[in-house]
């Protein structure tokens, strides 16, 4: 089935470490999004990519850096600026070109302790 | 970049009711307006979308309105169920930092949560 798989679903870490956060998908969409949910505060874009091997930055980029080097890939690395990391992280593909479905995955939550 | 308003935050409906959730934005790339539904601990799943030169769109029990002069459009569910129970968000496109057509990114609401109870 196609698809978009986050990983892991649960993740804790210590304050201070660097952590790197996986969304894969099959569906061979160009376009590929990370949002952060907190409670109330809706959906906030972090990064988005078009195409491979760029990427741009959405409102909320400080403290997250992105890699796109596979069109599947496009994995969201968390890193000790960031100063409130605690989230429910979302990843999300479309086909590019077209005003079409946003296809979201799982989710990914993590805690810092 | 644009802020989409929604209201209300949280809503409370007995099961047969009407939900009426409203969106509100202030520019917008081009007329696609979604609507998408999530249950906890799971992502958003789209509900129904709205494309340009229609006013109107009904799926079932889940209805959009949208008034382009107002800048404004809203989700009716019809007939309210407690598998609705659910957090909704609707969301507008801005313009993409890439040139073509479907460059853009979604911005979204900050969510209703919709609870229906029996």
């Known amino acids: 089935d196609g698809g978009i798989t986050q990983s892991p679903k649960y993740l804790f870490r210590k304050e201070g470490q660097n952590v790197t956060l996986s969304c894969e998908q099959n569906?061979?969409?160009?376009?590929m999004y990370w949002y952060r949910q907190d409670p109330g505060q809706g959906l906030r874009l972090i990064y988005y990519?078009?195409?491979?091997?760029?990427?741009q930055k959405g409102d909320i980029a400080e403290g997250y850096s992105v890699s796109r080097e596979k069109k599947e890939s496009f994995p969201l690395t968390v890193t000790s600026a960031q100063k409130n990391p605690t989230a429910f992280y979302l990843c999300?593909?479309?086909?590019?070109?077209?005003?079409?479905?946003?296809?979201f995955g799982e989710g990914s939550r993590l805690t810092v302790l | 970049q644009q802020q989409v308003k929604q209201s209300p935050q949280s809503l409370i409906v007995q099961k047969g009711g009407i939900s009426i959730i409203n969106c509100a934005y202030e520019n917008t790339a081009f007329d696609y307006f979604p609507w998408y539904q999530q249950f906890p601990g799971k992502g958003p799943a789209l509900l129904i979308a709205i494309r340009p030169d229609v006013s109107e769109k009904k799926e079932g029990r889940f209805t959009i309105s949208f008034n382009k002069s107002a800048k404004q459009f809203s989700l009716h569910i019809m007939d309210s169920q407690p598998g609705d129970s659910a957090t909704y968000f609707c969301?507008?496109?801005?313009?993409?930092?890439?040139?073509?057509?479907?460059?853009?990114?979604?911005?979204f609401g900050k969510g209703t949560k919709l609870s229906v109870i029996p």
């Open positions: 569906l061979n969409h160009d376009a």
């Open positions: 969301a507008a496109p801005d313009r993409g930092t890439y040139s073509g057509a479907g460059s853009y990114q979604l911005t």
């Open positions: 990519s078009q195409i491979v091997n760029d990427f």
């Open positions: 999300a593909s479309r086909l590019a070109g077209v005003a079409g479905e946003l296809f």
